[in-house]
């Protein structure tokens, strides 16, 4: 792509780079006014008397003789003990994405090779059941989950958060094996491999991008999941974002929002390495991929 | 958790203190509730007994999950900790036990205030009480030279005297954020004109009515004096302005009291200034346009009378006087026999003292509640008349009660 | 495939959407045609602490229990929930068409029916968001693409942000920072040269500031979609394109646009699909006075004292019919594709 930027004419690359800094502003300036209040009490965040007390940290300064503090990390990490909750998303993350993207890749195999009109149908059904608001799919869950003794723990969580997260998993991985020639398994088959073989030596070599593309998308959804993890876990296995809610405090009592504040900042710091780590292949699965609707 | 951790190691003190007093128990325990301090403090009480196992689960959503962890036989949890609001989902529902037969053997130490009645059963054991009352900035009265209101018509010419004298422009604060927050300011200032909710006896809405009006009217009336956002302002906003010296004065919930200058950064000014005083009336009536509430622990209806039992005595023992301490005291203000008020608690106790009344404990109170709060954001904008935001309301509630099989 | 191997490889994911989302599905379209029964009400003295005893209203448990015992799904009402006031409002819609002679009039009284207000939002949220989220995300996905290759891999961090930052909090800084009071409310009160000017006071002016939110939060899935198809851009056809003397927009509507044409009708269907069932800002803005949608009913009938399960059904299930029909130009070109290509 180098070479087609070098083509631009100067004006138009000035007005794309000017383009991408006011993009870049847009994007990231919320995170980094965060960033920054984060080190900040509660009414410098939230600066009611006079918003440059958000920059100066006024009333930090009055506080702690310093315009910066580290009481919301000191808090969230150490009284609240926010990282068994981080523990509890990161295994919540993994198993997700593991589990999601196993069997969602043998599904979205199946669809693209099938040519039978149910392989439509049955798309057509995933699009559906991602319509339905996840809030009323998980009340349904709770009296069943309580009658088998099954609530309050990580592995049901996962498993509905691996259900609920199919149809798109299904969707974005059926148009990746889409744009797979079929030559290549049919190849196989005629070498006397079965469907699963074939699948096997040819096809999971070659699908990394496409299924590394389809496990960000799965990870955010099991990483910032509220509804699921606020009504299926018990307090001891919480996960992050239910425990952020819990600092934020009910109507009638005090919540500490330095707490969620920290820890949301905290929280994206994974987030940062994963993505840098995964860059290359993140985009690539979706170029090799190419989604089609 | 923190602040579990702190009431533990004051309950812990206490349990050495009165050494003798131990709590055994032959039977599982696991409590569900909200997660704010005080219930923390409780539930760690009911974790010193020994013998079986007590557990429990304190989060915000304990009101999604009660219904469904107290049904199934044996069900998941043994008791839950519940308010006057939300005790009611559990009756409808039929979860919970009558306790008489569990007070009459271990109870009979529980002040006769605790025991909390429908009819001949009772249903809960309270062990706190909250109510909305004035909070107020005595120095910025005084700047303006005028006296305390104790109504809310005394409240407008209050509000009134600081913005001509150009004090504050929006001296006025109040957590009237659509929905929940809005409906129960409503009503308390209906309950304050002497209005019912419903007509006696049955589930027929009655808000559309005169005390209705006039109750809107005030209510539209105080927010001239607020901020022009105060339809997003919930309890949380409405401090945050009060502290940041922005609100001279508020109708606040008590149990926010202890923490009111306690948080970081507080302007100085406001932590010399600040004031308690007991709940307004309104309209010449004589009790307060508030409503009191109690926090109280239930016992399920699906689990072995062993079971029952022991989650009594472990409740109990999380509620016993000796758990009160230096940390656990100013966390609420306590039911519990030998409590002694801090300066924090006036304004419930004054609240209690002036008759407030307690917020209905009727079936179907929770659908007249969402109604309010979803309906009467139109009339504070100004978007339609008090009548027909009441109409609205009577007409979206009933078509719930029907639903639910209050009303035919 | 054959049929055999074909269910061989489908049925775990198979499995797992039958037992988490299909039956589910189907309680809530029974919970959706069956209420509560009618309770059976008793007055009592209740007593309360600090206050005394009062007489108060509960539900005479025995008597209701034989009912429930009788029919345990509740009592039968079809589609009545569906035509309440709550809902589609059947009865004061006839009542209205009945009482008012203009149109103006038809329009304003329907306005105050909660189900046709907040249809009246979530439609103009969902044909304004996404459209301009797929021409943001476009644009966005061009001008990364031109950079320099060591600053591409930050952009995309920084441009994934605001998908990445939990909408609880995302919501909550941004409110803040639009009062009248924060960073940017603070710009625009300088900018309108009012001191008393208040988006959050204004339903307008919160409807903006919920789109550009929508916009600004879909935005980056958008863009990653986008880029990774800029990637496969055949170089071939650009060269062509220029050798036919194309301008550089040409190319883009020519070339880039119709590679990227499968892109958009996915980025499409699926933000077609979230922009319909708007929750999160809706929620995290406070802006229940002025907007609400769908999903915000289903909320509210959730987390009220008294749970309103059969009224959040029947709002789920409109939402999957409503859902369907927003997305059914858009399947019946997908059909068209499928039948062509086999």
Redesign the interface.
């Known amino acids: ?2 070479s ?2 070098q083509r ?2 100067k004006s ?2 000035i007005a ?2 000017l ?2 800094l006011l ?2 502003f ?3 300036f ?2 980094f ?2 960033v920054w209040g984060s080190f900040k ?4 965040f ?6 440059t007390n ?1 920059l100066t940290g006024a ?2 300064e ?2 702690y003789g310093s315009p910066f503090t580290t ?1 919301g990390y000191e ?1 969230a990490w150490i ?3 926010f990282w068994r909750n981080v523990l509890n998303t990161g295994i919540v993350c993994f198993f997700v994405v593991t589990i999601s993207l ?3 890749t ?2 979205g ?3 693209s ?4 009109n149910y ?2 149908w ?1 798309l ?1 059904t ?8 996840p ?3 998980v ?5 069943p ?3 088998w ?1 099954i ?2 723990i990580l592995p049901t969580t996962i ?2 958060l ?3 997260n ?6 974005m991985l059926h ?1 990746f094996f889409k744009n797979i020639p079929s030559e290549l398994d049919e190849s196989a088959k005629v070498d006397g491999c ?3 073989q074939a ?1 096997r030596r040819v096809i999971i070599p070659v699908m990394w991008p496409g299924v590394i ?1 389809t496990g960000l998308f799965s990870f ?1 959804l099991a990483y ?1 999941d ?1 509804a699921v993890g ?2 299926l876990l ?3 296995n ?1 996960t992050m ?2 425990a ?3 600092f ?8 500490n ?1 330095m707490f ?2 920290a820890a ?1 900042v905290s ?2 710091v994974p ?2 390495i994963l ?2 780590f995964f ?2 292949q ?12 | ?2 602040l579990k951790r702190i009431a533990l190691a004051g309950s812990l003190a206490a349990f050495a203190a009165s050494a003798g007093y131990a709590c055994e128990i032959d039977g599982r325990v696991n409590i569900v509730g ?4 005080a219930i923390q403090a409780v539930a760690a009480g009911a974790k010193e007994c020994t013998g079986a196992s007590v557990e ?6 304990h009101q ?2 009660n219904v ?2 107290l ?2 036989n044996p ?2 949890y043994t008791s839950a900790i519940i308010a006057n609001s939300s005790i009611v989902a559990l009756m409808n529902e039929d979860v919970i036990r009558p306790l008489n037969d569990l007070v009459e053997q271990h109870g009979q130490d529980l002040q006769p205030g605790q025991l909390i009645k429908i009819g001949d059963n009772i249903m809960a054991i309270a062990f706190m009480a ?1 109510a909305q009352h004035l909070m107020y900035r005595k120095d910025v009265l005084e700047q303006a030279g005028v006296e305390v209101p104790t109504t809310y018509e005394e409240l407008l010419e209050v509000a009134s005297a600081i913005r001509e004298q150009g004090i504050m422009q929006n001296p006025v604060g109040g ?1 009237y954020a659509s929905g ?2 809005l409906a129960q300011e409503f009503n308390n200032m209906f309950l304050g004109y002497g209005g019912q909710h419903f007509k006696p006896g049955t589930a027929e809405p009655n808000v559309n009515s005169e005390a209705g009006v006039n109750a809107l009217n005030m209510m539209k009336a105080l927010s001239e004096y607020m901020n022009p956002d105060f339809l997003t302002h ?3 906003a409405t ?3 009060y ?4 609100v001279a004065i508020m109708n606040m ?1 008590g ?2 009291a202890s ?1 009111q200058t306690t ?5 100085q000014e406001v932590i010399d200034g600040h004031a308690i005083g007991a709940p307004l009336t309104v309209g010449g009536g004589d009790t307060p346009a508030s409503t009191l ?1 109690w926090d109280g622990w239930t016992v399920g209806k699906n689990i072995s009378d062993e079971e029952a039992e022991a989650t009594f005595i472990a409740m109990k023992h999380g509620i016993r006087p000796d758990m009160l301490n230096d940390e656990t005291t100013p966390l609420a203000v306590w039911l519990i026999e030998g409590y002694e008020p801090a300066a924090d608690a006036e304004g419930v106790f004054a609240a209690a003292k002036m008759g407030t009344p307690a917020y209905p404990m009727l079936p179907y109170m929770g659908l007249m509640h969402s109604a309010l709060g979803n309906e009467l954001a139109d009339f504070m904008q100004g978007k339609e008349s008090a009548d027909q935001a009441l109409a609205d309301v009577e007409a979206a509630y009933r078509a719930a009660a029907i639903e639910q099989g209050y009303l035919q | ?3 055999k ?2 269910l ?3 049925l ?3 499995l ?2 039958l ?4 039956m ?2 189907v ?2 379209v029974t919970q959706s045609i069956f209420a509560p029964h009618p309770a059976v009400l008793l007055e009592v003295e209740s007593c309360t602490p600090l206050i005394g005893c009062t007489t108060e209203t509960t539900i005479d448990q025995e008597a209701t229990a034989a009912l429930r015992e009788a029919q345990p799904l509740g009592r039968f009402v079809g589609l009545g929930i569906y035509f309440d006031r709550g809902h589609l409002a059947i009865q004061e819609i006839s009542q209205m068409w009945a009482s008012n002679e203009t149109w103006d009039g038809f329009f304003s009284e329907l306005g105050n029916l909660p189900f046709y207000r907040a249809m009246a939002f979530t439609l103009t949220f969902t044909f304004i968001v996404t459209p301009l989220t797929i021409l943001l995300g476009l ?2 996905a ?8 060591h600053l ?2 930050l ?16 919501s909550l ?2 409110f ?2 639009i009062d009248s ?3 940017i409310g ?1 710009a625009l009160v300088y900018m309108a040269g009012d001191p008393n000017f208040s988006l959050k006071a204004s339903t307008g002016l919160m409807w903006v500031a919920l789109m550009v939110y929508g916009v ?1 939060s879909s ?2 899935f958008a863009f ?2 986008f ?6 851009l055949p170089q071939d056809q ?1 060269e062509a394109a220029q050798i036919d003397g194309a301008t ?1 927009w040409q190319q883009v509507k020519f070339v880039v646009v119709p590679h990227l044409m ?5 980025v ?3 933000q077609l ?1 979230d922009n ?2 708007v ?1 999160e800002p809706i929620i995290g803005f406070s802006a229940g006075a002025h907007a609400q949608s ?2 915000t009913f ?2 509210n009938d ?1 987390s009220g004292e008294t749970r309103q ?1 059969s009224s ?2 029947a ?2 299930v409109m ?2 019919i409503g ?2 029909i927003l ?1 059914s130009p ?2 019946v ?3 068209r594709d ?1 039948k062509g290509a ?1």
């Open positions: 792509m180098a087609r930027a631009m004419p138009l690359r794309s780079s383009f991408v993009w870049f847009l994007a990231a919320p995170f006014w965060t009490v509660e009414l410098d939230f600066s009611i008397a006079d918003w958000a009333r930090t009055a506080v009481t808090g009284q609240e003990e196993t069997i969602g043998l599904g195999y199946a669809l090779r099938s040519t039978y392989t439509f049955l057509i995933a699009l559906i059941f991602r319509a339905m608001p809030i009323a799919l009340s349904g869950y709770l009296l989950f309580f009658e003794n609530w309050g498993i509905v691996v259900a609920i199919q149809p798109f998993t299904l969707w148009s079965n469907q699963f699948f593309t955010l910032n509220f606020a009504m018990s307090e001891s919480r974002v239910p952020i809610a819990a934020l405090g009910t109507t009638q009592t005090e919540g929002v969620a504040v949301v929280a994206t987030l940062f993505v840098m860059q290359r993140i985009v690539g699965g979706l170029t090799a991929g190419a989604v089609k609707g | 958790m923190f909200n997660e704010f301090a429990s689960n304190l989060t915000s959503e999604t999950i469904a962890g049904s199934g069900s998941e909250n957590a929940w927050n919930d309890s949380n401090n945050a302005e502290r940041a010296g922005n919930w149990s926010r923490q948080t970081e950064g507080v302007l509430w | 495939m054959r049929h191997t074909f061989w490889f489908f775990p994911t198979g797992a959407m037992l988490f989302i299909a589910p599905i309680s809530i644009v966005i061009l001008a990364v693409n031109s950079l320099h290759r591409k891999g952009m995309i961090f920084f441009s994934l942000l605001p998908m990445i930052v939990t909408p609880l909090i995302g800084i941004l803040w920072m009071r924060g960073v603070n600004w935005a980056p990653v979609v880029y990774a198809g800029l990637q496969t650009i550089r499968p892109l958009v009708t996915f499409a269907l699926i699909m319909f069932k929750l769908l999903s289903i909320l959730m399960l959040a059904a709002t789920s939402t999957i859902v369907a997305l858009v399947l070109r997908t059909w499928f086999r």
